[in-house]
């Protein structure tokens, strides 16, 4: 989350907190204190100790309050963890609370530690900053950088300052927005809360959750209860609440630690649907819809719809459900992917809204997957093993290529020798189809960074860009034609390169690199991994209008990422794409015909 609230959590937790910090939670916290410390530019050993601690926590399969509740001294058999995070993890699982952490973060001015949330700012550059500009927040910086100041600085220059007033930019478009997995995350840990509570009937998401926008202001649900007031002091008590904003009768608000706002809404059984449309908007959509209504002489709201008589008297006339109130307004049920004021109305009046849109249910396999061979933490063998747990068909093993070094990533050779392996091993695999492929890097000139003679060899080719983000729209658009024009790629992962809060898409002409992959049978990657939603949603619809087909992957570094997959289904379905449009809900044996070269 943006704009971490994090000395008014420290202080506010510990009277209200019940429950005990989850591993997630605690890694934060160590991430966190490894970040101040450096900036502090204290010894690097204890720094990378705290970041090596809270990446072993993020991996562990179990809760390190069970762990601590068999055996304290256990904790010490987690790799990284000696004696003294033992002792911090202690106090977390048993007061939800780390006064050396609280201690730390009042050692820094408000807003400060923001600037590491700044694209290409680490803590050293964020201390030099500090030390020799004065800056103090994001603000700070922002003004610095137009007085071009900071390009004067050793290390820096005009091109670093303009990257940095550019992602400044992003910082403050998504600044108090959460990504979509990390709100839907938090969202779905409080409804299971609330089912806990027999009380609790209907419960769902609404706003922009269920939509499924790329990032969320805050999160809204809506249930129905036989108890108001019992309710309401359940959903207060959600043992990560930070502060509770409102209590009321129908509507309550709580924040959570190292998270969101909550709203919940207690609706009556009566006009669920109503509500239910009413708060999943978009505003833009609800406001269309009012004014279709107006023009039937209806009155829409979130009780319902209704009828105005010549008296001016109400009469309720639709309501309960979702389809029964856009039937009265004459138009099909709108999924709520789509309700964003683009068109979709108009289809659902004409009944010609897409009739297969893709749902996670079609998916049969995952094409882009890293394993430790290059930078990810998986074996092949966790891969098959969650492959296998999620019903999977196939998978495709597709690590990276040399040029990034930063990844380990593989010449020829090794290349080669990798593909032979996980081939021996998916002989022994008896159900699942494994794939041996790879991520080949597209090198400024749009060449790839691997010979085709390797190439050749392979069952899938996806080509990426990792590098030079910033040519102009010309040659940026060549190199990624070029790439297309290899007979033997397959896929263009991520096309647009984009981060949602670090990074701008690459100045491309998307509809020539659509109608490109159009022409070589490519299909393009919903990339799902980190920050990326890549194809977006505006992008998805636009290529599909070209033609194009497309592939859903996690791109998972380590096999719970794998999970992730969801987020692309529902930015494919924001984007109007059907099952048949997606490549990996085809049979093995189809996804090998589209694949051949
Ligand atoms: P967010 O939270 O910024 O990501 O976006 P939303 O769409 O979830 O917006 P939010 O939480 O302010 O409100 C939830 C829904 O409630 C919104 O999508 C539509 C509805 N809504 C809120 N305010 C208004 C309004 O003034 N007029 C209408 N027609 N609908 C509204
Ligand atoms: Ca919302
Ligand atoms: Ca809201």
Not at 193 to 222: P, V
Request: glycine letters at 6%; aromatic letters at 6%; charged letters at 35%.
């Amino acid at each position: 989350m943006r704009g971490t609230k994090t000395e008014s959590r420290a202080t506010r937790h510990k009277s209200l907190v019940t429950k005990i910090m989850d591993n997630k939670e605690i890694a934060i916290i160590f991430f966190k204190i490894a970040d101040a410390l450096e900036v502090k530019g204290e010894n690097v050993f204890r720094v990378r100790a705290y970041r090596t601690a809270a990446q072993n926590v993020l991996g562990l399969a179990r809760q390190l309050s069970d762990v601590y509740k068999e055996d304290p001294a256990k904790l010490e058999n987690i790799p990284g963890i000696g004696k003294d995070l033992k002792e911090k993890i202690i106090e977390m699982v048993t007061t939800s609370h780390l006064e050396f952490f609280t201690r730390l973060m009042k050692e820094f001015p408000a807003g400060f530690l923001d600037l590491l949330d700044i694209a290409g700012l680490g803590p050293k550059k964020v201390k030099k900053l500090s030390d020799e500009l004065g800056v103090k927040n994001v603000n700070d910086l922002e003004k610095v950088c137009r007085q071009g100041k900071v390009a004067k600085l050793e290390g820096m220059g005009e091109k670093s300052q303009g990257k940095i007033l550019e992602a400044i930019e992003h910082f403050k478009k998504s600044e108090g927005r959460m990504l979509l997995p990390e709100a839907d995350s938090c969202a779905e840990e409080v409804i299971a809360y609330l089912k806990e509570s027999k009380n609790f009937q209907k419960i769902e998401k609404a706003g922009s959750l269920r939509r499924g926008k790329e990032t969320i202001g805050d999160i809204d649900i809506l249930a129905t209860v036989k108890d108001v007031k019992k309710a309401m002091d359940h959903f207060v008590s959600y043992p990560k609440t930070e502060q509770v904003i409102a209590k009321g009768e129908t509507k309550s608000s709580i924040s959570l630690r190292n998270g969101p706002q909550v709203d919940l809404r207690i609706i009556d059984e009566g006009c669920f649907g109503a509500a239910l449309v009413y708060f999943t908007g978009s505003k833009e959509h609800n406001i269309k819809i009012r004014l279709i209504a107006k023009n039937k002489d209806l009155k829409i709201s979130e009780y319902g719809v209704f009828s105005i008589g010549k008296s001016g008297k109400e009469t309720f006339v639709a309501g309960k459900t979702e389809e029964e109130l856009y039937k009265k307004l004459g138009m099909e049920w709108i999924p709520p992917e789509l309700r964003e004021s683009s068109g979709e109305i108009e289809a659902a009046m004409a009944g010609s809204l897409p009739k297969n849109l893709i749902e996670l249910k079609d998916i049969r396999g995952d094409l882009h997957l890293h394993t430790v061979n290059t930078d990810g933490r998986a074996t092949v063998e966790e891969l098959v093993e969650l492959a296998e747990e999620k019903g999977y068909e196939y998978i495709a093993i597709t690590d990276h290529s040399k040029l990034v070094r930063v990844a380990n990533g593989m010449d020829e050779k090794r290349l080669l020798e990798a593909v032979d392996k996980i081939r021996k091993k998916a002989a022994k695999v008896k159900k699942l189809k494994i794939l041996a492929g790879v991520e080949v890097d597209i090198l400024e000139s749009g060449e790839l960074d691997l010979k085709d003679y390797a190439l050749k060899e392979l069952d899938i080719v996806i080509a990426a860009v990792h590098s030079h983000f910033s040519l102009d729209k010309e040659k940026q658009t060549a190199r990624i034609l070029k790439a297309l024009d290899n007979k033997f790629v397959s896929i263009l992962a991520h096309p647009s390169g984009r981060l949602i809060t670090r990074r701008s898409a690459l100045q491309l002409d998307f509809t020539k690199v659509f109608e490109k992959a159009v022409q070589n049978n490519i299909f393009l990657e919903i990339n799902t991994h980190g920050e990326r939603i890549d194809l977006n949603d505006v992008n998805c619809r636009l290529a599909k209008e070209k033609g194009a087909r497309f592939v859903i992957n996690t791109d998972a570094h380590d096999a719970s990422q794998m999970g992730l997959l969801k987020y692309g289904i529902i930015t494919a379905r924001r984007g109007w794409l059907e099952k048949s449009d997606v490549l990996n809900t085809y049979t093995y044996e189809k996804v090998v015909k589209a694949l051949k070269k």
